[in-house]
């Protein structure tokens, strides 16, 4: 309740507030405005910078102008005149070589960054499968044709088959060629095996009867030769309408 009875507060009687402090700065024309006078302290000076240097750009821009006055003049009266000077105050545009060299900087900066915040120059993201966008001379196949491609004859490519679609493994002969742990499914479809496992009475296309789950097991092979870059797709095999279901 202090500041009741004394509302002037605990300043001693008859004191008077302290004067602001004197700007001791020089002073200079308002260059906005002659008829006045502005401080040169540092607030100011960024303002007062500019404007020095627009009207050294304007003298210059002036002079400019002068010779190019005169220049004109002489080539009217007929006298040689040297190559037409440019104006000195204009802005230079950036031109090709500029804009590309920006572009190139900013792109290895991403790339920096990337690799810098989260280990991976494209910020772990997972570039989309270009082969999807190359044409192709893609085939059909029917499933005599398709088995002539089996690996068994080394001057043809190896291909197999999943749920339809056909995709070149000769990269990876090793793999699926004679001997290897995967040639039971070359020059054939054999989509239901993907599901479910089974490389002795599953060696065929039809999925009828499969479980969720061995359908997934399906399409994640499918996803995996679709978004290979080790394997191309090269057509479709044909499988007659009525084939008896696999057991």
Same mark, same amino acid.
């Given at each position: 309740?202090?500041?009741?009875?004394?509302?002037?507060?605990?300043?001693?009687?008859?004191?008077?507030?302290?004067?602001?402090?004197?700007?001791?700065?020089?002073?200079?024309?308002?260059?906005?405005?002659? !008829?006045?006078?502005?401080?040169?302290? +540092?607030?100011?000076? *960024?303002?007062?910078?500019?404007?020095? /240097?627009?009207?050294? +750009? %304007?003298?210059?821009? &002036?002079?400019?102008?002068?010779?190019?006055?005169? #220049?004109?003049?002489?080539?009217?009266?007929?006298?040689?005149?040297?190559?037409?000077?440019?104006?000195?105050?204009?802005?230079?545009?950036?031109?090709?070589?500029?804009?590309?060299?920006?572009?190139? /900087?900013?792109?290895?900066?991403?790339?920096?960054?990337?690799?810098?915040?989260?280990?991976? @120059?494209?910020?772990?993201?997972?570039?989309?499968? =270009?082969?999807? @966008?190359? $044409?192709?001379?893609?085939? =059909?196949?029917?499933? %005599?044709?398709?088995?002539?491609? &089996?690996?068994?004859? $080394?001057?043809? *490519?190896?291909?197999?088959?999943?749920?339809?679609?056909?995709?070149?493994?000769? !990269?990876? #002969?090793?793999?699926?060629?004679?001997?290897? !742990? /995967?040639?039971?499914?070359?020059?054939?479809?054999?989509?239901?095996? /993907?599901?479910?496992?089974? @490389?002795?009475?599953?060696?065929?296309?039809? =999925?009828?009867?499969?479980?969720?789950?061995?359908?997934?097991?399906? +399409?994640?092979?499918?996803? @995996?030769?679709?978004?290979?870059?080790?394997?191309?797709?090269?057509?479709?095999?044909?499988?007659?309408?009525?084939? *008896? +279901?696999?057991?």
């Amino acid at each position: 309740m202090s500041w009741i009875m004394n509302p002037e507060g605990d300043r001693a009687t008859g004191t008077r507030p302290a004067k602001p402090a004197e700007d001791e700065y020089p002073k200079v024309s308002d260059p906005s405005d002659a !008829s006045r006078m502005v401080s040169t302290k +540092q607030a100011n000076r *960024p303002f007062l910078n500019y404007s020095t /240097y627009r009207a050294k +750009q %304007q003298k210059e821009h &002036d002079a400019w102008v002068q010779r190019k006055t005169e #220049r004109e003049e002489k080539i009217a009266r007929g006298e040689k005149v040297g190559p037409e000077e440019p104006d000195p105050t204009e802005e230079p545009e950036v031109g090709c070589l500029g804009l590309l060299k920006f572009i190139v /900087y900013a792109f290895v900066f991403i790339l920096l960054a990337g690799k810098f915040f989260t280990g991976s @120059f494209l910020w772990e993201l997972e570039l989309p499968n =270009l082969k999807q @966008f190359i $044409p192709t001379n893609q085939r =059909l196949f029917s499933e %005599q044709m398709l088995a002539k491609f &089996d690996g068994s004859d $080394p001057g043809k *490519p190896l291909y197999i088959a999943i749920d339809g679609d056909v995709y070149d493994v000769s !990269s990876n #002969r090793a793999t699926y060629g004679p001997g290897g !742990s /995967y040639h039971i499914m070359a020059g054939r479809d054999a989509a239901r095996a /993907y599901g479910t496992g089974c @490389f002795a009475t599953h060696l065929t296309h039809d =999925l009828r009867e499969l479980s969720e789950k061995e359908m997934k097991g399906v +399409q994640h092979w499918k996803k @995996f030769y679709a978004d290979s870059k080790k394997y191309a797709k090269v057509g479709r095999v044909s499988h007659p309408r009525s084939t *008896p +279901q696999a057991q």
